[in-house]
C-alpha cells in the first residue's frame, strides 16, 4: 500500500484544528480535456492519465486540501454498463495513484465512490448485499493506491450510503469515510433526497453506520443561500461530527441542451464564509466549479 499520511496528520485530526477545502467539479474539467459524453470517465485513469492529472494539479495549484479522484462511476455495477466490471480494482488502484502522486504532501486523497445509478430492492433488483460487495471492490482498489478516506457522495438513499460506510469498514476497519448527500429543496427551508429522506434522517444513518464526517454536495436547483441554509441544519443534525458542502456552482439554467451554472468565484468564497461561520468544516464545489472557484473559496476558508 502506498503511504499518504506518512508526512500529515489523520484528517479528522486536521479537521479539528483547522477547517479544510475540497476541489471541484472533474466531469466538465475532463470535457475541457476532450472526454465525450457516454464514455466512461473512470478508464481514463488508464488510458488518459496525464488528462487526469492535469485536472488534479489544478485544483491542487488552486489551493484545495483534499483532491477526489476521478472514481465517481468506478463501482463494479456502474462500470458494467462500459464492459469494463472486471477492470473495477484496477481503475481504481490507478486513479488513487494518479491523485496521491498529485496531493503530495501537501493534500489528502479522498477515494471517490457514487451512486451506483439504479435503486435498491425493493424498487430495483439490485440487493444490499451484492452493492456493498461491489463498493468494496472499488474502495480495496481506492485504498490500495493511496486513498487517505473515502467519500461516499451524491447519495439519494441512505442505504445506499450505508453500504458505502460497511464496505469501506470491510476493507479498512480505520479509513475515514466521508458521506454527502444531494438534496432538494421540498419547501423553503426544507430539504430532502430524491428518496424523500430528511437532512436529519440522512445524517443519523450514514453516522450511525459509522461515518465520520458527513454531509451534502451537488443537489437539485438550490442556489446558494439554500446551500448555507441546508449547511445550518447539517450541524444541527450531526451532533458534533464535522459536516462537509460542496455545493454547485449556483442553481443551473438551462441554454439550449446545455446546463449552465452561474455562480462566480466570489460569490462561492461569500457562501464558503457563510457555511464556516455555520460550522461547517469542510467547503468544497460540485457540478460548475472550477480551479477558479476553489482558488476563491480557498483563499476565503484560509484568510478568514
Ligand atoms: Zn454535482
Redesign the pocket.
Known sequence: MVSGTMNKPDLLTELAVRPLVCDGAMGTQLLAHGIKSGECATLWNVDRPADVRAVHDAYCAAGCDLLTTNTFGGSSIALDRHGLAERAAELNEAAAKIAREAAGRRAWVLGDVGPFGDFLEPFGETTADALRESFRIQIQGLVTGGADAVLVE?MSDPAEAVAGVEAAREVDANVPVVVTYAFQKAAPGVFKTMMGTSVEEAVSRAVGAGAGIVGA??GTSLDLEDYVELGKQLVASAGGTPVVVQP?AGAPRMVGEETVYDATPAQMAAAARDLLQAGVRIVGG??GTTPAHVAAVAAAVKGR
Open positions: 451524491t454536495n451537488c454547485n460540485c457540478c
